[in-house]
């Protein structure tokens, strides 16, 4: 405890040196729009792709830092980095938003994800658009989705950091190094991240109850795991940026509006292992692999899982699975991953060439795992580079598994709609007569446009309806319903 008021104290300092380095603005209400912009520690690494600006209509420009981060893109057989861009801003009501590309002209340009329909006029080389809630976007243009802008717009928050208070951990405007590399976050504290504050080291809440993780600030990309919970009760962590924000053997955990980006290999997004309650809430996550899991026994962590929800999230996938399920678990043990659902997200993309490792949307039972009563809703998926639409199969990988799972049951799929030309055969497979996938339910499937039900208008009567859809149905499946709601 001395170690961590040690901390505190050096922190404090820090705080003071580096708060005339950034400073935050606030545009004042009109008709109900609030607009905050934070300024860049001197010693921020900044991108001169883009150059951004925000502004409530009618009012001054304001200039936003425009951050150097780093992407995955794959190359073959390997991997390269390519420095890509983040900008962000907290607002309420309705904002104009100014993005100047520095390299050259606009002969293409889109804004995602594309549900969001936000129009946008292009003068010159600047594009011009306005915003009427908060939103994690991407800005592309000519098609380079590499090298892109990364916008977050960000709600403003009701929780107003009091610098007195002996249960704040407070981090300022500019860099700071934290001691040993690792924050051990007593119970019962708050760490605020302030949006002009960049964290040089790892958040760690390990065993303890009653943490939050909140503002609009940055962990610094190099720091992996850089937000990782552990053995905890009761933890929010809300708003900032990282490359991933891991959660094990914990339970009553809220994630929302976290951007996570990582490039590196294995670069999870937020893995959920061996935990229950868990709530991951309007997330932006760009990953290196996959991008939300959930699995049992893994890293020693022991269980299962049960009411897991990911809602309102932007899912990006330079790698591996945007949504992945099951690989992980106990075969001494046999667990249950149960009642997950997942809902109104947009999936942006997925590279995979291993046929094993593809899914959009992925329910893989291996260790001894029983997968059952998840819910896929309100899901939008756009035209991925490489992968599957969905995979379900109990399955046995010899690289990362020591059985074959047990089963997957009671599967709804409602409301999916994929648009794009990219899509391999999706597979549905059980493992043997013991192991098996059974009561699945396509509800309002659409791809490209096409509804894909059993008494679909077109079908000839030889197919099976999966065969309309792109889905190769295998052995050890029972009862797959693709169905339309009824008027």
């Known amino acids: 405890m001395k170690n961590y008021f040690a901390i505190i104290s050096q ?66 057989n390997g991997h390269k980095v390519q420095n890509s861009t983040v900008s962000y801003f907290d607002f309420s009501g309705e904002v104009e938003v100014s993005v100047t590309y520095n390299k050259g002209s606009i002969q293409t340009s889109r804004i995602r994800p594309l549900s969001y329909n936000i129009k946008h006029e292009v003068n010159g080389n600047t594009l011009i658009f306005k915003l009427f809630k908060p939103s994690n976007l991407s800005i592309e243009v000519n098609g380079d989705i590499f090298h892109n802008l990364q916008l977050f717009a960000n709600p403003v928050s009701a929780y107003k950091p009091n610098k007195k208070d002996k249960n704040l951990i407070y981090f300022g405007p500019g860099i700071h190094q934290i001691p040993g590399d690792v924050l051990k976050v007593p119970a019962n504290k708050t760490v605020y991240i302030d949006g002009g504050a ?76 061996a935990s229950n309650n868990v709530l991951i809430d309007g997330v932006f996550n760009r990953n290196s692999d996959d991008c939300i899991t959930v699995y049992g026994t893994r890293k020693g962590f022991s269980g299962g899982c049960k009411n897991i929800t990911v809602q309102n999230a932007t899912l ?52 001894s795992n029983f997968i059952r009563n998840v819910v896929f809703e309100n899901i939008r998926v756009e035209d991925f580079r490489q992968g599957q639409l969905i995979n379900l199969r109990v399955f046995y990988n010899a690289k990362y598994c020591t059985s074959p799972g047990r089963a997957i049951e009671n599967v709804l799929f409602k409301d999916i709609n994929y648009t794009g030309k990219n899509a391999q055969l999706s597979i549905i497979a059980g493992y043997d007569d013991n192991r098996k996938v059974k009561d699945i339910v396509f509800e309002n499937l659409v791809i490209n446009g096409t509804l894909i039900f059993d008494t679909m208008p077109g079908k000839p009567a030889w197919f099976k309806t999966s065969d309309m859809a792109g889905f190769f149905i295998g052995e050890h499946v029972e009862n797959v319903v693709f169905k339309k709601t009824s008027p």
Request: proline share 3%; aromatic share 8%; hydrophobic share 40%.
């Open 198 to 273: 960049i964290v040089m080291g790892q958040i760690r809440i390990e065993g303890v109850e009653n943490v939050k993780v909140l503002g609009s600030g940055m962990v610094d990309q190099s720091v992996k795991l850089g937000v990782y919970t552990a053995n905890s009760k009761n933890v929010e962590i809300n708003g900032v940026f990282c490359t991933q924000c891991f959660t094990g053997g914990s339970d009553g955990v809220t994630i929302r509006n976290v951007k996570s980006i990582s490039y590196y290999g294995w670069g999870d997004g937020m893995n959920i292992m």
């Open 316 to 367: 990006w996938a330079d790698v591996a699975h945007p949504i992945l399920v099951g690989t992980h678990g106990s075969t001494p043990k046999p667990e249950y991953l149960e009642d997950l659902k997942f809902i109104n997200i947009d999936v942006l993309d997925q590279k995979e060439a291993q046929i094993d490792y593809q899914g959009c949307l992925s329910l893989n039972a291996g260790d």
């Open 11 to 76: 922190y404090g300092l820090m705080v003071l040196l580096t708060s005339f380095m950034s400073v935050k603005m606030f545009a004042g209400l009109k008709d109900g729009n609030k607009l905050i912009t934070y300024s860049a520690s001197a010693k921020a690494v900044q991108n001169n792709d883009f150059t951004v600006k925000v502004r409530i209509p009618g009012q001054d420009w304001k200039d936003l830092p425009e951050y150097l981060i780093k992407v995955d893109e794959v190359v073959g």
